[in-house]
């Protein structure tokens, strides 16, 4: 018989993450992070495997590191133009890698650490991490081939096509040493594999890798886009990541109602609430109901100050966390926990909707 439609397996819960932080700010090696996501490789299917680190550039912890993706030289004369006019460049070159048989046709990745030039922010009469969103912004939707896919201070995100342990062989991750990691295997939904669209994705020190699928993308997008975000990344995550910048930094929100606002409560419990909650929420949902995330998803978001890791309101997407001494560790499945903390202290299964938090000692929010 011939078959002309090859059916491909779907595997809808494709896609792993994990987290580690050391609360008390200790920095370990990238070799930990390797092994928990490594263990998840069939979550994957070689189409993105990533990473972001936090602390790993204590030298440069006053300049922002901008990790940028060419498609070739001349992106990149371009690009450094406007990165001229607009930073001071005080370091920059090619992000050591090492030659890994799988990772093919990478494009050229370089590193900046940069400060905005004190003329042109004071010209502008934005904050400096305005000015640098904007930035960001503007070469990501406005040089073509040329993507800054990491913006933040002693933080910075790796990625690629590939499965996630080659990833972070190719970027030399085991080199570098940070107080928290976390960790993506891709399994695309509805978009492709390409060396943009691979996890984490980020914007200033916020970081976000991700389980699922956005159903309410095209309505996230368009709000954020009122507020100068240009989703270019082609992949619905990346929106995710705009959507708490958005609302913690840009509206002051605390991290518990941004994360009301994500995965808002069901108005059925809503109704049920003590009449000064209930109008906070029903407030919360008005205002930014267009900020709703909706479809499965388990995510681990990242900043300088801790981890924060979130399911979807009815738990579609698998989530484990543990603690050990100093150490938090999340991740898509438990095994991935035990590879690397075999005897953990605590183990548990977030509801959904019921963030994870691990803040780092001394700071009073992510
Ligand atoms: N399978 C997944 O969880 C994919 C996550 C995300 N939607 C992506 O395409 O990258």
Redesign the pocket.
């Known amino acids: 018989m011939i078959t002309l439609v090859k059916q491909y397996p779907r ?5 792993a993450i994990s987290g580690i932080i050391n609360k008390k700010g200790q920095v370990f090696s990238g070799a930990d992070i390797i092994r928990s996501i490594a263990l998840m490789h069939d ?2 299917n070689g189409l ?1 495997g990533g990473f972001a680190a936090y602390g790993i550039y204590p030298e440069y912890e006053n300049h922002y590191a901008l990790h940028v993706f060419y498609e070739g030289l001349t992106c990149k004369e371009k690009a450094e133009q406007f990165i001229n006019e607009h930073f001071n460049v005080d370091s920059n070159g090619k992000i050591p890698t090492r030659k890994v048989c799988s990772i093919t046709n990478p494009p050229l990745i370089w590193r900046y650490f940069v400060q905005p030039k004190k003329d042109k922010l004071l010209q502008s009469e934005l904050t400096e991490e305005e000015y640098v969103v904007r930035c960001v912004m503007r070469i990501n939707s406005e040089y073509d081939g040329t993507y800054i896919f990491s913006s933040g201070k002693n933080m910075g995100a790796f990625k690629g096509v590939g499965y996630p342990e080659d990833i972070g062989e190719f970027y030399r991750l085991d080199e570098y040493r940070g107080y928290i990691w976390t960790a ?1 295997g ?6 492709p ?1 390409w060396w943009g ?3 984490p994705f980020t914007l200033l020190d916020w970081s976000v890798v ?5 159903s309410s993308y095209g309505a996230n997008a368009r709000f954020l886009e009122m507020f100068g975000y240009k989703c270019t990344l082609q ?3 990346e929106a995710i990541t705009y959507i708490f910048d958005y609302l913690i930094r840009k509206q002051g929100l605390s991290l518990e109602l941004a994360v009301a606002t994500v995965a808002a409560p069901f108005w059925k419990d809503i109704d049920r609430m003590e009449p000064a909650e209930k109008d906070l929420f029903t407030a919360l949902r008005a205002t930014y109901s267009s900020l709703l995330v909706n479809g ?2 388990s995510i681990i978001l990242g900043t300088r100050n801790g981890i924060m890791a979130l399911n979807d309101r009815i738990k579609l ?1 698998s989530l484990v966390a543990a603690t050990k001494g100093d150490f938090l560790y999340v991740a898509s499945e438990e095994s991935a926990i035990r590879e690397i903390c075999a005897d953990p202290d605590t183990v548990w299964t977030p509801r959904g909707g019921e963030p994870v938090i691990g803040l780092l000692e001394g700071a009073d929010r992510l």
């Open positions: 595997i809808p819960s494709g896609c979550r994957s993105g993506h891709r399994f695309p939904t509805n978009t594999g669209g691979a996890h991700h389980n699922g699928e956005i992949t619905d995550t499965p998803f997407r």
